[in-house]
């Protein structure tokens, strides 16, 4: 039995990250990540241009009455000369013609027929966006390695880029498994139980945005296991299974593994719950099997297939926040304990409760209403107001 650190290092030892490389529209780029450093094919803004609804001229003038001699929008060009004292009148975001270099509002100006009367002095460069002025052309804009985000896309969208080259996406296995596991749309039969781990696992994996997700069920017999495991190893990058990873005579997920030829990362982990886990590397890729029950089975989810999965997937996060308990929690454990619970915030203070008490082994009901699990140290209790550590998912 080994700590949970020491099962996280060793998958990351033993897995490779992904290198398949795609080219993806930006509007699909969101949360992927990208392979190379981007840097920008022009200069933004690619011309000069004003801040403001207004008025543009050369700050070099006699008088403080101009002649305005044209319009300008957003979109169009001053074509023809703006000579000394006159003006142009202009819309924000339209290009200031080249003879000018200053931009007046227009609440700044009274206006008399065709001219205006400037209530205001300017000097050069006043209220004036350069060109560049917010990026320049070849201005290194996302990092390798970046994962994409929605500012990203933006910047890159006001660039012309279209395109960005990413790591491909993850491909996910999931393999329920047990004769006493029923679909829901079956009538439920006595002895058998419905099948909530398909449903939690694929909808933590979209959570996550993975989406090319395998699903499957096979019985409690070896050779099926075996049929099943090696038909969807060949299409995915990671696989997790549920159930026969204990020690009874139907937990014979271990054994399916090792007679396809799987290479063991490690066999129960000293958690509670979860503590019965077992992972493997076939044909170099992560096998994680995870207990039947379902509260069992989230709590190595999120504390050692997320940050597998983010490390395969070059996503690495930091999951674990501080936060100030709120309640007792009074038993103590031989091994680390996870407990179900909710973030909250009081008078500017991030503070954590428990979701549910009752400390049953297959209570699922207290996944309810929860956001994150409080670590309890193994042989520790906790009390009212103390400072705990938090994983959150």
């Known amino acids: 039995m080994i700590e949970l650190e020491e099962a996280i290092e060793i998958i990351k030892e033993n897995v490779k990250k992904i290198k398949r490389v795609k080219t993806c529209n930006i509007i699909d780029a969101i949360n992927k990540v990208s392979v190379e450093d981007v840097y920008s094919p022009i200069d933004s803004p690619p011309f000069d241009r004003s801040p403001y609804d207004g008025y543009t001229y050369n700050s070099d003038i006699d008088t403080n009455k101009l002649k305005v001699v044209g319009t300008v929008f957003a979109g169009e060009i001053f074509k023809k000369k703006l000579d000394k004292n006159e003006a142009v009148k202009i819309m924000t975001g339209a290009k200031i013609p080249k003879e000018a270099n200053c931009v007046i509002k227009k609440e700044d100006v009274d206006i008399i027929d065709e001219y205006i009367i400037l209530n205001k002095k300017l000097n050069k460069h006043d209220n004036y966006i350069f060109k560049g002025e917010d990026i320049n052309k070849g ?20 660039l012309g880029i279209h395109e960005i080259l990413v790591y491909d996406d993850i491909k ?68 997790i299974t549920t159930g026969g990873v204990s020690v009874g005579d139907k937990d014979l997920i271990p054994k399916a593994f090792k007679e396809l030829g799987a290479k063991e990362l490690f066999w129960r982990v000293n958690v509670k719950p979860g503590g019965a886990c077992y992972s493997a590397i076939l044909e170099e890729k992560l096998l994680l099997g995870l207990s039947g029950n379902p509260h069992a089975a989230l709590i190595v989810f999120d504390n050692i ?21 709120k309640g007792e929690f009074n038993k103590k ?61």
């Open 172 to 239: 996910v296995g999931i393999l329920i498994t047990g004769t006493e596991i029923q679909d829901l749309h079956e009538i439920l039969m006595d002895g058998k139980i419905y099948d909530s781990n398909k449903y939690i696992l694929n909808s933590k994996l979209k959570k996550m945005d993975i989406n090319n997700v395998v699903v499957d069920k096979a019985s409690d017999d070896l050779l099926e296991l075996e049929e099943k495991v090696r038909s969807i190893i060949k299409r995915v990058d990671c696989l």
């Open 305 to 325: 297939l997320i940050p597998a999965i983010e490390y395969i997937t070059n996503k690495e996060k930091n999951h674990k926040i501080k936060a100030i308990f």
């Open 333 to 393: 454990s031989k091994k680390d304990r996870f407990i179900r619970a909710k973030l909250f915030t009081e008078n500017a203070k991030l503070y954590v409760k428990m979701t549910d008490n009752k400390d049953a082994k297959a209570r699922l009901y207290a996944t309810l209403n929860s956001n994150c699990m409080i670590k309890v140290n193994k042989g520790t209790t906790l009390t009212d107001n103390q400072m705990v550590e938090v994983v959150t998912f």
């Open 139 to 158: 201005q290194l804009i996302i990092n390798k390695g970046c994962t994409i985000s929605v500012e990203d896309i933006g910047v890159l969208a006001s």
